[in-house]
């Protein structure tokens, strides 16, 4: 899967080459800005496994996913994180947020509107355990009721021909045998569109 995604993010790059102006300042610019976040999100995804890091580096991760997808969806999406300080070195799975955040760019976002995300961390708790909550706001689209059953209820999914529901189905079984609790991932549809992901993260590996 890593793999796979790689080759789309080559793929953005040699669409970009070919640009007719890809001479000009404007695109040599923005070329060395991809290649440097595309360098770094390799980097990143080679450390990959059953482990945590720090919630900051997670974010950082995800901030430099997204000055790649800015090179073709420029004026098509904003993303505020709202990470308070006190929550940075808390340990999250490794691609908690990625997974999401490629979700949106492939089903969501549209070069024919402008979509909104919002990311905030958060405390939650639950009797004496501590959990880290996540929650993301996307302004545009709505989850199937299939999806929605397969997140909250446990029921199963149908596998798609184009690989759609695999990212989330590892979510699932990730969170699950990193800290052997079920419901740590929630799915919402908002009113009048627009959908809501909540994850919980415990404060320690089982």
């Not at 997974?99 to 024919?112: A, C, G, R």
Request: with cysteine.
């Amino acid at each position: 899967m890593v793999f796979h995604r790689n080759l789309l993010l080559v793929g953005l790059l040699r669409n970009l080459l070919k640009k007719p102006k890809f001479g000009s300042l404007k695109y040599r610019i923005m070329t060395k800005k991809f290649i440097q976040a595309f360098s770094q999100n390799i980097r990143y995804m080679f450390r990959t496994g059953l482990h945590t890091v720090p919630l900051q580096d997670e974010i950082k991760n995800a901030s430099g996913y997204l000055e790649m997808q800015r090179l073709m969806y420029r004026d098509c999406f904003y993303v505020y994180m709202d990470i308070p300080e006190e929550t940075q070195q808390y340990p999250v799975p490794q691609m908690i947020l990625h997974t999401f955040l490629e979700n949106i760019f492939k089903h969501v976002i549209s070069i024919d509107s402008f979509t909104t995300v919002l990311i905030q961390a958060l405390w939650s708790f639950s009797g004496k355990e501590v959990y880290l909550k996540l929650e993301l706001y996307i302004s545009q689209g709505q989850f199937s009721q299939e999806i929605l059953d397969f997140v909250n209820k446990d029921m199963e999914i149908t596998e798609k021909k184009d690989g759609s529901g695999i990212g989330i189905k590892n979510v699932k079984e990730v969170l699950k045998m990193m800290y052997q609790q079920d419901h740590l991932l929630y799915f919402e549809n908002l009113e009048p569109e627009g959908t809501k992901i909540t994850i919980w993260i415990p404060k320690t590996l089982k």
